[in-house]
């Protein structure tokens, strides 16, 4: 059999205009169904399917018989001419000409998207899984929400930086760290690129973002924590207070679900999801009152208490109640329930200007305004408890001139999660890595 040569079209762009034109199209065999005479395939790649229509004495024989030895799920090339066909699924066919097979598969698949599974079983056969166009959907969207933050960074004036994924000393202490031999030390992966972000601001990159992964050694098995994760975190300087990074991470979400409602109809409409693009401003919830809202809702909190996934949730349900609004910020979270580095309100220190972003009654960032003053960081960290000495890589900086700065730390696949109602984070990243899972 000659060779059918290099793939002119995707499925998508086999429309009734081409009728007659000689195309070649590759994909996944997705159907093969027979009638007598004719014979239908439907073929899959990325963009959609196309039917692949051939009739006895239309075609070639060989090409005819050649068909019935094909299985579901090969990859195959087809050649062939466009035919216009009202009965068609898009109003147009392929006439075939040659079939080129690229790969076979083996005799019996191990999971077919088509028949619900239980989510770990569709995760052991992941590639399978996301064969499903639907699975495939969740990550154009992320794709767009991702291409729309950043772009939206740039056009702020943001850099992209890289910091390092590979820190000497645990940062925050805590258990929840994975360590990992290097050479003859110890290192840690990082839980998030913070710090590092804050010390590109000291030399002077006033604007930054950093796409990357963190890691959380958590052994929780909750729908909502991933072992590695991967956020948009933004840092940038001459901030007045917090309020100026809640306004950037305002714009961000917005501009990302604008984009993702405008370039991604098609997937939405195959995940059957519409999206509401939020109010501005979004709705900023301050403690301590936050404790007066949450004992109104039936929770009693001791003072001094962050959130906790009950009260994140209570507050979710306040906020679409009093506010018709899915998302709200949390500011002036206590000091006790944050690290070393934030920012307290300078008169009223029990408090931080340390904001949560919450979307569906789920955090979905960190972040606020970033003590930039020597002095009160190291008082910060004697508070906390830790060794100076450890630190100090990180603290030394501070010395030598640091403006007012702030940022945050958006997680992507929470944010996909909760944009697109998925029952579990694991759906929202291609390979989960999680306490149990590891592979593939
Ligand atoms: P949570 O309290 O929900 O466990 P966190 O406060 O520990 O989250 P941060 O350190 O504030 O998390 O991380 C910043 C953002 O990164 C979070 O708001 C969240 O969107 C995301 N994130 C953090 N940990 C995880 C995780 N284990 N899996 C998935 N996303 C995460
Ligand atoms: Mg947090």
Redesign the pocket.
């Known amino acids: 059999m000659d060779k059918i040569g290099l793939r002119t079209h995707y499925a998508k762009e086999i429309k009734p205009e081409l009728d007659s034109e000689e195309v070649v199209v590759g994909g996944w065999l997705r159907s093969i169904r027979e009638h007598g005479r004719l014979k239908f395939l439907v073929l899959e790649d990325k963009s959609g399917s196309i039917q692949i229509t051939a009739k006895r004495g239309d075609v070639s024989d060989s090409v005819f018989e050649n068909i019935s030895s094909l299985g579901k799920e090969w990859v195959i090339l087809v050649r062939g001419k466009v035919k216009k066909n009202s009965e068609a699924p898009k109003g147009v066919e392929i006439v075939p000409t040659g079939i080129d097979v690229l790969s076979e598969t083996a005799d019996t698949l191990p999971l077919d998207f088509k028949v619900k599974a239980e989510l770990d079983t569709r995760l052991d056969w992941r590639v399978l899984d996301l064969r499903d166009p639907k699975n495939a959907a969740i990550f154009k969207v992320q794709s767009k929400l991702i291409e729309e933050m950043t772009d939206r960074l740039r056009m702020m004036g943001f850099i992209q930086v890289f910091t390092p994924c590979l820190i000497g000393a645990a940062s925050e202490g805590g258990a929840d760290v994975f360590s990992v031999a290097y050479f003859d030390k110890r290192a840690y992966l990082r ?2 690129p ?1 710090l590092h972000r804050e010390l590109l601001i000291a030399a002077g990159f006033d604007k930054i973002f950093d796409l990357g992964p ?1 890691w ?1 050694a ?1 052994p929780s098995h ?1 729908p ?8 948009c ?1 933004v840092e940038l300087s001459f901030i007045r207070d917090e309020t100026d990074t809640i306004k950037i991470e305002e714009e961000l979400v917005v501009s990302a679900l604008q984009g993702v409602k405008k370039d991604c109809r098609e997937e939405l409409e195959l995940l059957e999801k519409d999206i509401k693009i939020p109010r501005r401003p979004f709705p900023e919830l301050r403690f301590p009152e936050v404790y007066d809202i949450l004992e109104e809702m039936g929770k009693k909190n001791r003072l001094g208490e962050g ?1 906790d ?1 009950e009260g ?1 949730r209570l507050l979710g349900k306040w906020v679409e109640e009093k506010y018709k609004h899915e998302f709200c910020f949390v500011n002036r979270f206590p000091f006790e329930s944050k690290p070393f580095y934030v920012m307290r309100v300078d008169e009223e220190p029990q408090w931080a200007r340390s904001v ?2 919450m979307f569906k009654g ?6 606020g305004q970033r003590e930039h003053r020597y002095d009160k960081i190291i008082k910060q960290a004697k508070e906390k408890n830790l060794a100076l000495k450890n630190i100090e890589w990180f603290t030394k900086f501070f010395k030598y001139g640091v403006p007012p700065m702030g940022g ?8 996909t999660q909760k944009l697109l109602d998925l029952e579990n ?1 694991r759906e929202a990243t291609p390979f989960p890595r999680a306490p149990e899972r590891l592979l593939p």
């Open positions: 839980q998030d913070q963190s959380r958590e909750t909502r924590h991933l072992c590695e994760h991967r956020g975190a959130l996934r994140e949560d972003l789920l955090e979905l960032s960190s972040g945050f730390n958006l997680g992507i696949e929470r944010l984070i």
